[in-house]
T-cell receptor, first 115, second 117 residues
Framework: QQQVKQSPQSLIVQKGGISIINCAYE??????FPWYQQFPGKGPALLIA?????SEKKEGRFTISFNKSAKQFSLHIMDSQPGDSATYFC??????????????FGRGTQLTVWP | NAGVTQTPKFQVLKTGQSMTLQCAQDMNHNSMYWYRQDPGMGLRLIYY???????DKGEVPNGYNVSRLNKREFSLRLESAAPSQTSVYFC????????????????FGPGTRLTVT
């Protein structure tokens, strides 16, 4: 059973446009929601993360929107650039308890930004 | 400071052969993880180790074994490789300080691309 569902699987956006990737989860015990960015041939790297006590977090052109009641969160990339072309993974985790940092990943979204 | 290193970068095995994927981190992290990445499947956790001397199964542990050799090193062994184990394998580490402390991000290595024929 997939703990975190991510959509779309692939996304093509024109340069300067807004890229939006959505994720949904079922386990209400999740309390940490990071996004990872992966370039071809590289390992994933943390892009931005949010905890459920806030509804939005912004870092530069990247924003996470979080809807606790709907159990959904999304990544918005404003003014998308060709250099943003990568695979993006959402994830969820329970910070405390026995799982100690285990991340449950979505299946990924391959973003292509056309110049 | 190299972060997380993995060896080898590429490997081709025949069905039934065995091999060990090596991972080391120099960030003094307690927790280490092994994932496999397959197209359209995202990152799936194979095994993880919350601290030196402990290991736990993840989502897809069948066909794999792990050893947490010391705090720095966490190896993944395929005893009898199968074509279904063709994948890209990532090792990661993080500092998990305990149930009442905040988590930090997972740092990933560059991956090992394994093909089993």
């Amino acid at each position: 059973q997939q703990q975190v569902k991510q959509s779309p699987q692939s996304l093509i956006v024109q340069k300067g446009g807004i890229s939006i990737i959505n994720c949904a989860y079922e386990n209400t015990a999740f309390d940490y929601f990071p996004w990872y960015q992966q370039f071809p041939g590289k390992g994933p790297a943390l892009l931005i993360a949010i905890r459920p006590d806030v509804s939005e977090k912004k870092e530069g052109r990247f924003t996470i929107s979080f809807n606790k009641s709907a159990k959904q969160f999304s990544l918005h990339i404003m003014d998308s650039q060709p250099g943003d072309s990568a695979t993006y993974f959402c994830a969820a985790s329970i910070e405390g308890g026995s799982t100690l940092g285990r991340l449950y990943f979505g299946r990924g979204t391959q973003l292509t930004v056309w110049p | 400071n190299a972060g997380v290193t993995q060896t080898p970068k590429f490997q081709v095995l025949k069905t039934g052969q065995s091999m060990t994927l090596q991972c080391a981190q120099d960030m003094n992290h307690n927790s280490m993880y092994w994932y496999r990445q397959d197209p359209g499947m995202g990152l799936r956790l194979i095994y993880y180790s919350a601290s030196e001397g402990t290991t736990d199964k993840g989502e897809v542990p069948n066909g794999y074994n792990v050893s947490r050799l010391n705090k720095r090193e966490f190896s993944l062994r395929l005893e009898s490789a199968a074509p279904s184990q063709t994948s890209v394998y990532f090792c990661a580490s993080s500092e998990a300080l305990g149930a009442d402390r905040p988590l930090y991000e997972q740092y990933f290595g560059p991956g090992t691309r394994l093909t089993v024929t």
